[in-house]
């Protein structure tokens, strides 16, 4: 599905990303852990376009997307959450689940049934403004947003940073039910390693830009894990 080969990133001088290697498959969930300001918004920066790569290459569904805009990528089926969520605080949510529709052909430009069953709370509220919404209804609202995409790959940056418990349930299970369907790859940003260890089926640890470890959940290593996070 996607496959990011070696890649590095700079922010002028500074190297963001070194020899990133990564794999995302449909129907799995890969969790990307590490301390802040080691890279893990960078990586998923790099692959939606928002920023360059200065070497190595990025793959999707076998095809090479390396030089790719961000909205070449979102038409091709890449779907981002990015930390802080960044709705339109403005536009009420219907309006909100509708920018999703840019990167659609006009046949296809209708909610998904998905969207309201995962998060019922965003169907009850359609018409209320985005900055209205508390900051978890916020985060289910940008999820909602990105799944009216269709995406092929979700990209999720730590989507449960500041929000109260329940929501966080609602969020995994939401992550869950995505990751049965079997049609789509998703890649998420996480500090908690309960939640990553629960919903991951491959671990991944950064630190100073590069992967320290790495694992499928069936050959996981706590303590390696957790040597690799206390780095």
Do not use: W
Not at 216 to 221: P, S, V
């Amino acid at each position: 599905m996607l496959e990011a080969t070696n890649i590095d990133l700079y922010y002028g001088a500074a190297q963001a990303l070194r020899g990133i290697s990564l794999k995302a498959e449909p129907g799995k969930v890969t969790c990307v852990l590490g301390r802040n300001g080691v890279g893990k918004s960078s990586l998923l920066r790099a692959l939606v376009g928002q920023q360059p790569v200065k070497n190595g290459t990025i793959t999707f569904e076998g095809k090479d997307i390396t030089r790719l805009s961000t909205v070449e990528r979102a038409r091709s089926g890449i779907a981002y959450v990015p930390q802080g969520r960044e709705i339109f605080p403005l536009l009420t949510v219907q309006e909100n689940l509708e920018t999703g529709f840019a990167p659609l052909p006009r046949d296809q430009r209708e909610i998904p049934d998905d969207v309201f069953s995962l998060f019922p709370v965003l169907q009850s509220m359609l018409g209320r403004r985005g900055g209205d919404l508390s900051g978890g209804q916020q985060q289910q609202l940008a999820i909602g947003r990105a799944l009216t995409m269709r995406p092929r790959l979700l990209l999720l940056d730590e989507p449960t940073e500041g929000i109260q418990p329940s929501i966080i349930k609602d969020i995994g299970r939401a992550i869950d039910y995505l990751r049965s369907l079997k049609e789509m790859a998703i890649i998420l940003v996480e500090q908690y390693l309960d939640f990553a260890q629960e919903l991951g089926d491959h671990l991944v640890v950064m630190d100073r830009g590069a992967i320290v470890y790495q694992s499928d959940k069936a050959n996981l290593d706590e303590g390696a894990l957790k040597r690799a996070l206390a780095i």
